[in-house]
């Protein structure tokens, strides 16, 4: 145990740095009684921290037991390489990582996995599953197609709905495993409460969005602790209008419904529709965030970086080191 006896000054492990008082003097001479205090306090200190430190090694069995009791989510993602690609995932994965008991299941769109994505995953620390499937040439959104001229990340959800349902075939009580799927795209950004809401989602869970379809926010309207219509800008009556952020579904339903998925030649906005459809009806859909009453996720978009610069100092041969990972 350190004490001041000697005139010692906190190094910087120490817990609790010293309080200037002992630096501006040497008082191992004196050993005022103001120093004897000081010594006092840190030795309870040490004490009180010794019995954390027991208390804390004995939680991580509690920590996996009441772990091991609660649904896996399982998060579908689809990327695709672009210069924010590595932002954005580092921002989904760092609020991930704040998540227990999830599993991520990133979907590249590409022919084969990226250097960038496997390194990435490999360096996250979370639990995931890394899957690669290209959209389809005529399905891909052309240079200077608007964004939502087609819908994007169909194959990608599909490609992550098939490897969880391979993957559960064959294992015991797969028909009964407790679990959630929810589809976060990368540029999104959302709230820790948010996967809490959904984890006992019994067949398909429902919440409002915010920042989107040009609204501040898009709901279900729930009255009596029903769904009874949804509060959006644009078309209200399609089956099922909400963004792919605002629900999640059960791994149960998704695994006995083996045909469900998203298709990719669906009108716009109805991609959604197209999954949920076969799934559930409206009255049987279960209202999260207080009664959809609570924004917990955001339709943020990631402006792309402008590159004139960079462009320009290429051709004079001056560019960014291209082996530098951005
Ligand atoms: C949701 O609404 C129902 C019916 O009005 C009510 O019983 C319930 O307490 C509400 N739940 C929350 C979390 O506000």
Redesign the pocket.
Known sequence: MKTLKTGSIASPQDPIALSPVSQRCDCSEHDMPKDRTISRLRGELHRLQEQMRKAEASKPLQKTLAKAAQPTIYVITPTYARLVQKAELTRLAQTFLHVPQLHWIVVEDSPHKTPLVTAFLASSGLAYTHLHTPTPRDRKLQEGDPSWLKPRGAEQRNEGLRWLREDRRGQPGADTQLGVIYFADDDNTYSLQLFEEMRDTQRVSVWPVGLVGGMRYERPV?????VVRFHTGWRPSRPFPLDMAGFAVSLKLVIANQDACFDGDAPMGFLESSFLQGLVTMDELE?KA??C?KVLVWHTRTEKPKMKREEALQKQGLGSDTAVEV
């Open positions: 729930v009255e009596g602790g029903r209202p207080d009664n009453t």
